[in-house]
């Protein structure tokens, strides 16, 4: 208990309105007093994108708390939120829905303030256009997507990882700017990107 005041009293609005509510809640929009960071879509300004795979979605996301926008080979992805970068891929070609395709995926990592991470798969061979130690800001450009990694064809897997409202680090559900205005993502829905 004495740890959970602590966390709260240091950081008040990293995920603590997420830990009371399911998938479910956040995504029909039952939690009225949410906190949480609102992200931007990871796209260039006015681009319309599908939604495959929510949270916890059946195909490859049973358990997990991560976005698939799928997009044409070779799409624009700006990053949802400004942060350093803390790891990159971009030599990869290898795509497919193997095992040993898991490791085969180009990514970047970037860190917000706040210390949580924003992971953004499956970028194109060579498609990676920042370097670890570069500053980037919400809607900057940072790479193309692709189809390399545990990938059936072209889309961003998008996930964000921090420290929830009780002191675990895990992937936390991300809030949107969108036409519908400020909402958890729900797969099957056509988004456009607001900024």
């Known amino acids: 208990m004495r740890k959970l005041l602590i966390l709260l009293l240091l950081f008040p609005c990293i995920g603590f309105a997420q830990g009371s509510y399911s998938i ?4 029909n929009g039952k939690n009225k007093h949410d906190s949480s960071y609102v992200y931007t879509l990871p796209f260039e300004h006015k681009k319309k994108v599908f939604l495959i795979q929510g949270y916890e979605s059946m195909f490859s996301h049973k358990g997990e708390r991560a976005l698939d926008f799928k997009v044409k080979n070779g799409t624009t992805v700006c990053a949802a939120r400004g942060g350093v970068v803390t790891a990159i891929r971009k030599d990869s070609d ?10 085969d995926g180009n990514y970047i990592f970037i860190q917000h303030d706040d210390g949580s991470v924003a992971n953004y798969w499956h970028f194109k061979k060579d498609g990676v ?20 990694g545990y990938s ?23 809030r949107f700017y969108t036409q519908r205005g400020i909402i958890y993502l729900r797969p099957g829905r056509f988004y456009r990107t607001l900024h």
Request: no cysteine; charged share 15%; hydrophobic share 30%.
């Open 24 to 27: 479910n809640d956040l995504k």
């Open 94 to 103: 290898v795509g497919g829905l193997k095992p040993e395709n898991l490791s």
């Open 129 to 148: 256009l920042v370097n670890v130690g570069d500053t980037v800001k919400t809607g900057q450009p940072i790479g193309l997507s692709g189809n390399t």
């Open 152 to 174: 059936a064809f072209p889309h961003l897997h998008f996930e964000v990882q921090g420290y929830d409202g009780v002191g675990n680090f895990t992937q936390l559900p991300t």
